[in-house]
């Protein structure tokens, strides 16, 4: 009744082709913008309920917002492209260090040619952005040998790349300018001489990195290229005979999602960790995005979010329902309750919709078309 | 579909009421409490050594509560929160506890060196000490720079100064050092690699031979580790694990036969859970002690009759035990800066500011130990806004296949060599972060 779209016409190709078709959709969208833009931080501002402290912000939506822009990451290249890869939080170690880099200043001694690169400290948003191209390189390296290997052993071959970085970014100790400890401090974060600092503004600063890249994400899968992803994802062979070129169609998807990766990979060690080690990016973080990416569905951009919400907050919520009623059993119990209805949550949801989240989204919305008169 | 349907609902649901029940305040408090933080973890890896650790710190205050009512008659309120040992999940606990009670955390005490690393970022803005006993960054013994930051009663480059003085002299004198090859084996983490820069700058001094070998984490795969150790044979080998890490290292040991009794642990590899597990493999090693060791004390007798007798502690099991004896100490610091701090702002719940006082006035002499019970656990302690380390001095114990035995008087770490280096170390963390360095001598 309220979710129909009888009557809207679309009168030109813009319309048709619009990323939101239906009005109600537009709708909702700038009213969820309006609110993450604008209720939010004004809550959070007078502390409000549910924003009366900043943990909602600081230990919930700020760790939500960037995993979710990992995810729509990784989505790109597992659920758009079918290249199954365990290697993402590497590419997000890639992209922090090297925004570490540059946010305090490249130098490379070439002795041996009697010569060195040196580049003064960046500011920190090219030093985010270069971090992300940096690891959209690695990426593209790392996806080379899914032009000749498919499936899980390209799952495999993205291991490596996990371990491999892991191992540089313990042992080499350049990337972490020779400090004692091998754990690094995050560089101020000023943006055109303005200082990100308070809760509010980190979450805003989040907010618009995970709206332009949502953004720019969804129109790359909705147009030629993102095409050809899904062609090569449904069946290669099929693609390449068409005159799609799986060289560079995996490519760009590797590349495209490295760099997104590797952008959230710089926010979460700038943003919300402040200072890390490589252990915050170790295999588990890639198994973490990879179930994001399989519980919120595959092939989905809003799945990303969807995942990212569950798999991120549904522990943290159940870890304190106990305390919160009352129930006097201890942490090490409540944390082994998380575990397991954490896990049987997951194999219940994908037993009963295996295409996850964002599925049972699609549905929810064809049933409220119906609504209230189904067949 | 009603299939989908029930699934649809089962996750809206969980969500939902999830939030609910966060979003919803929890228990009010009495406004005359003092709130106190405690991150633990009692599951994971590092579990065995956490949780003793974690008992005796709750024990203490529990202690605390029943015999005295609190301190100066304000209750202390203590809320655990698990953290596994990861960062992130330390973050998220830290948030979610800083502003608990009616005047937010007193201090936070993570047991983890990642975690302190991550949380010393965050509490000079939230303003809440970080109570970190014999852990964290060494340089942060500069209170001038790490405000925020106490690193009680020992650092890392304090224990590997000790260590090298204990070889010094059971090798008849530092002289003798020259040429001696010493090995360092350690968690691949900023806990493991904290002591390498105090002993390269010792192995330059002492003239020996110093190589770092890295055991990634968790640490149960140690082989290459040791078999390089059994070509290389050397002289001493110094173990910087944690977990499980520190009884598969003495497994390790035994296998390509290297003497324990020429490894030395570092005191977080010094335990019952670190030798037990090896059984008779574990013989003769040796482990530095943060002054204390594992015994029972006065403190105990109180935490017997106050707590065990009412039916209300949490460690019957680990009682008396290195860990457990170190949460005591954890615990009893915290305590007693908050006491401090009470004698100048009032017996009222305080601030994290106002115990950071506490904690920058504390002094617990040989007097003031005995009279709470840890006489024989703690040399005198003395913090000040310089110092925020308070004391340089350790032990070394022997595990002998049923019990731990002190085999070495007190030994005091050079500070003529440690004190370059946080200096050093801290005026590059200052540059990093465009600190500027507080006036010592302005604060009162």
Known sequence: MLYREAGQFKTSYAADMAIFPIRQDRIALIILLLFAFIGIPLLAHFQLWPLGSDYMLRAILIPFLILALAAIGVNILVGYCGQISLGSGAFMAIGAYSAYKFGTGVHIPLEFIGTEIKIAPLPVLPSILLGGLMSAIVGILFGMPSLRIKGLYLAVATLAAQFFFDWVFLRVKWFTNYAPSGSVNAPELSFFGYLVHSPIERYLLCLIFVTLFALIAKNLVRGNIGRQWMAIRDMDIAAELMGIRPLYAKLSAFAVSSFIVGVAGALWAFVYLGSWEPLAFSIDRSLQLLFMVIIGGLGSILGSFLGAAFILILPILLDQVPHALGVPISVETVSLLVFIVTGALICYLLIVEPHGFARLWSIAKEKLRLWPFPY | ?444
């Open chain 2, 1 to 444: 579909m009603l299939r989908k349907t029930l699934a649809f609902a089962t996750a809206a649901s969980a969500v939902l009421s999830g939030a609910g029940i966060m979003l919803s305040a929890g228990p009010a408090m009495a406004q005359n409490e003092q709130f106190i933080p405690r991150l633990v973890y009692r599951t994971g890896a590092y579990a065995p050594n956490g949780i003793p650790f974690a008992n005796g710190a709750a024990d203490y205050i529990t202690m605390l509560n029943e015999r005295d009512g609190g301190i100066n008659g304000i209750k202390l309120v203590m809320e655990e929160c698990e953290t596994g040992y990861a960062t992130d999940k330390g973050v998220e606990c830290y948030e979610r506890l800083k502003g608990k009670g009616p005047t937010g955390a007193a201090y936070f005490s993570p047991l983890s060196t990642g975690i302190t690393f991550a949380l010393t970022e965050k509490a000079p803005g939230d303003k809440i000490p970080l109570l970190t006993t014999g852990y964290g960054r060494s340089e942060s013994r500069n209170g001038a720079v790490f405000a925020w930051n106490f690193i009680a009663v020992g650092s890392y480059w304090t224990a590997a100064d000790i260590a090298i003085q204990h070889i010094a002299k059971e090798l008849g004198g530092f002289d003798k050092l020259k040429g001696k090859k010493i090995s360092l084996v350690y968690h691949d983490s900023p806990y493991g690699k904290e002591p390498i820069a105090a002993l390269e700058v010792r192995a330059k001094l002492n003239g020996f031979n110093f190589k770092a070998i890295p055991v990634t984490h968790p640490g149960v795969e140690q082989k290459s580790q040791w078999l390089a150790i059994r070509q290389d044979r050397p002289d001493y080998v110094l173990l910087w694990g944690w977990g499980v890490m520190n009884s598969t290292s003495i497994k390790e040991a035994a296998a390509v036969a290297y003497p324990r009794d020429k490894i030395i642990g570092v005191w977080w590899s010094g335990a019952e859970p670190d030798v037990i597990p090896a059984g008779d493999q574990a013989k003769g090693y040796k482990a530095l002690m943060l002054q204390h060791g594992a015994g029972q004390f006065a403190v105990h007798a109180d935490i017997e009759k106050n707590v065990y007798a009412k039916g209300q502690g949490v460690g019957k099991d680990t009682f008396g035990q290195v860990l457990y004896n170190r949460g005591l100490i954890d615990s009893l610091i915290g305590t007693e800066a908050i006491r401090t701090a009470q004698a100048k702002f009032g017996k009222k719940p305080l601030t994290g500011e106002e115990v950071r006082w506490g904690f920058e006035n504390l002094n617990l002499t040989a007097a003031r130990i005995k009279e709470l019970g840890f006489e024989g656990m703690l040399a005198p302690i003395k913090f000040s806004c310089e110092d925020h380390q308070g004391a340089d001095q350790g032990r070394v114990h022997q595990w002998d296949g049923k019990e731990w035995k002190i085999i070495s008087d007190f030994y005091t770490a050079d500070r003529k060599i440690l004190d370059p280096m946080v200096a050093e170390y801290s005026a590059k963390y200052a540059a990093e972060k465009k600190i500027t360095p507080r006036d010592c001598s302005k604060e009162k």
